[in-house]
């Protein structure tokens, strides 16, 4: 078996697997509709699904998803792959059949902890910055050289919205990350409200200062980072 934090969380399809993670455990994995005589991995249960619908492939520390000639189609990031592969990355978003079934690709150990620097837009009006650095390796942050009071839910939502700049993160998503080690109820969803989430952006916006108004709310979803 291999366990190298890569799982896929379920966003859409049946009502029973929504919110649950699938870890590819494999060197390929399969997906399609459930009831059929070939041994899947990963199985819904809607007619729109083709029998064999996709593979993830393992490829060193990588993982591409293949379209196993499906009828409706596979997309990632509503790009149709077109009977072809794709490398995935981490917040990949991945269509079954026009959205019938919808995941996200997610690495819990991640691979980015390089030093680096958030090219962020001057915002209008405000006095010049040398910008905010950003130390993954030391989950460390900070503004004119002085390092940043973060906590480590603080840090762990920052990293997260940082690695899918300018990509929409979902509540669900954000709990998930930043709250793992919270009891999981039916869903497997970690126990934390919206209301949490929203407190936790909150102060992180304060903390970042000016730079804190690139992290755009999307309504009834969750947020973005703009950079």
């Keep these: 078996m291999i366990d190298n934090g890569a799982y896929l969380l379920v966003k859409k399809g049946d009502p029973s697997q929504v919110a649950t993670r699938k870890y590819l455990t ?17 199985t819904f249960s809607s007619p729109y699904i083709s029998r064999m619908h996709a593979a993830f492939q393992r490829i060193g520390n990588d993982y591409k998803i293949i379209d196993l000639e499906s009828k409706h189609g596979t997309e990632v990031n509503g ?11 981490h917040g990949d978003q991945i269509s079954l059949s026009k959205g019938v ?48 009071p973060l906590t480590g839910k603080d840090m762990d939502l920052l990293k997260l919205l940082y690695q899918k700049a300018n990509k929409a993160v979902s509540f669900e998503e954000i709990m998930l990350t930043v709250w793992p080690e919270r009891m999981l109820y039916e869903g497997n969803v970690p ?7 929203n407190a936790l952006v909150y102060r992180l916006r304060k903390k970042l200062r000016h730079y804190g108004q690139q992290i755009t709310t999307i309504p009834r979803y969750g947020y973005r980072l703009d950079v």
């Design 26 to 42: 494999k060197d390929r994995c399969t997906i399609g509709r459930r009831g059929t005589s070939f041994q899947l991995d990963i």
């Design 191 to 197: 126990e934390v409200g919206q209301v949490e989430v």
């Design 101 to 148: 079934a919808e995941l996200v690709f997610l690495r819990e150990v991640n691979r980015l902890d390089d030093t680096v620097e958030l090219p962020f837009t001057q915002p209008k009006n405000a006095s010049l910055l040398p910008g905010l650095e950003i130390h993954l390796e030391r989950r460390e942050v900070r503004i004119d050289g002085t390092r940043l």
């Design 79 to 89: 790009t149709p792959l077109h009977y072809s592969s794709h490398i995935l990355c």
